[in-house]
Each structure stands twice: as C-alpha cells, then as structure tokens.
C-alpha cells in the first residue's frame, strides 16, 4: 500500500516520513511578561518592600562614607546649617532687625534654618537620584523608586545628629529653655517631613530624569521657598495682610518650623490645624509622586 514500508528489524510496518503528523505544542503565556515591563501598581509597591534591606543597607553605607575626603568628614553636616544660621543672623537679625519682636530669635532661626536645609537636601538629592545612577539602571532590574527612597532615608539618618545638634542648642544658648514632654512631639513632624520630601523627590525624580535643565531652576525655587517660609522672620508682620498670611500658613515647610517652635521654644502644644496642613501635603505628595513616578518606570535609564 502506498505510505506504508515495512520495517526490516521488527517487520511492522511504519508511516512514511511524509505521513507522520505533527501535534502543535501549547504553551500557556499568560504569566508571561515583557522583561522591563511595569508591573500594577500593587505590585510594584509590593516589590519595594522587597528590597527594603537593600535600600537600608545603601543608605546606611552612604552615610558612612559621605563627606570622606572631607578632614572634618561627616562633621560638615552639623557646620554647614550652623553657619548657615550664623550667617542669617548677621544680616538678617543684626543688620535687618528681622528678628524684633521674636522671643528668642536665635533658637527661632536655628530651628528654621536646620529644618529647612534638611528639606532641600533631601528634596534636591532624590530630585537627581534617577539621573545620577542612569547606569545602575541600565545594567541592572529592580524597581527604580528604590533609589529616592534610599535618598532620603540616608537624609534623615545623617540629619539625626543635626536634629539633637539643634535641640541642645536651644537648651544652651540664652535665652535658654526647658523642654517638656511635648518636645517628643518633634518626632511626627519630622516624619511627616521626611514624607513630604520623598514625594516631592519622587515627582522631581521622574521631571529631572526627562529635562535636566530642571535641576537649574530647583535651587532658585528652593531660596524662594526659603523666604516664604518664616524661615528668619515672624509671620506676624502679615497679620494686616491675609492673602499672604494666608499662603504662609498653607506652606507645608511653614508648618514644619511652626510645630517645632511651639513645642522646642514655647512649651505650647501646636494646633491641630498645622497638623491637618502638613498631613494633606506630606500624604498628598507621597500619594501623587508614587504613582506618577511608576507611571513611567519603563523609560528610566533610556537615552
């Protein structure tokens, strides 16, 4: 019979090659998935907890090694807003007189001058996370949110020592005070402050990664935030005028340096309005710079 032969070993008989079928092989890809592709937001979400030991480990590394080739090394953290504040004194409280009226300018202006830098640094460093570790990016996968949040964990671990800088400050310099209980309030405004500034960092994160020239405006944009932000003066000289007092109220920093002062300078407890101020922004931010920060997750490290 035609396509039939008989095999000579066994003498069964065989397809011919041009006989014999074969059967397709189906392959389930639906758990596949595009290397580089974004996961859904939960998930991504879930990935970052993931590396959570990775991002400790990097910022706690980079707080060793910072400022090494530095003689004074790590001691430049406390230096600089302490001359910085040095240097607002002078012009602004000797020269200016900004200070009149002011119940101990000096631990007014050193609250708001350390505060203040420990936002801009964490705001401008994870601004340019993506930027400066484009080739991390390219040579390795992980979720890239990792690197801010990194950023400004490594800020508020090397702040640390600035904070309690600050706090002995105000208990030594004169006019000297006394703190009370209400000083550990200090704690959830700084944690709502280190909140707010990984949100920013995250939306400046994706901005900077796409136009570098934002990183040329950013320091400008922060000196004006700075003189927005009673950072040397009192928000009182406003009082006739409630459109600005206003706006100053409404400016998450502001409140910061508010609840600070009233519980380190004043032994008063804040009121719950600059807590909801500063929870809508340090929350508002994180919610809004997550998710616009992962929207773009397959672009960072290209070009």
Known sequence: ???????????????????????????????LQRVGARPGFVDYVVQVWNYREFIFYDAKSRVQSGNRRDRLGSIWLILNP???GLTYFLIFGLLLGTGGGIENFIGYLVIGIFLFQYSSRAITNGGRSIQQNRAVIQAFSFPRATLP?????????????????????????????????????????LLLQSIFNLGVGLILARVISKVNDVVHLLSFALRAWMYASAVFYSYERFIDQPVL???????????????VRDVLLYNTVPDWQS??????????????GSVYFWRAEETYGRG
């Open 1 to 31: 019979m035609a396509g039939i032969k008989a095999d000579p070993q066994s003498g069964s008989q065989t397809d011919s090659p041009s006989e014999v079928q074969v059967k397709p092989l189906s392959v389930d890809v639906r758990g």
């Open 82 to 84: 302490v001359l910085n």
């Open 149 to 189: 949040i990194a950023v400004n964990l490594r800020e508020l671990l090397a702040n640390i020592p600035v904070f309690i800088v600050m706090v002995l400050i105000v208990l030594v310099i004169p006019p000297t005070e006394e703190i009370s209980w209400l000083g550990l309030l200090i704690i959830p405004a």
């Open 245 to 259: 007092l206003e706006i100053i109220q409404l400016n998450p920093l502001f409140n910061v340096l508010d609840i």
């Open 275 to 288: 807590w909801a101020v500063l929870s809508c922004w340090a929350l508002g931010a994180l919610a809004i």
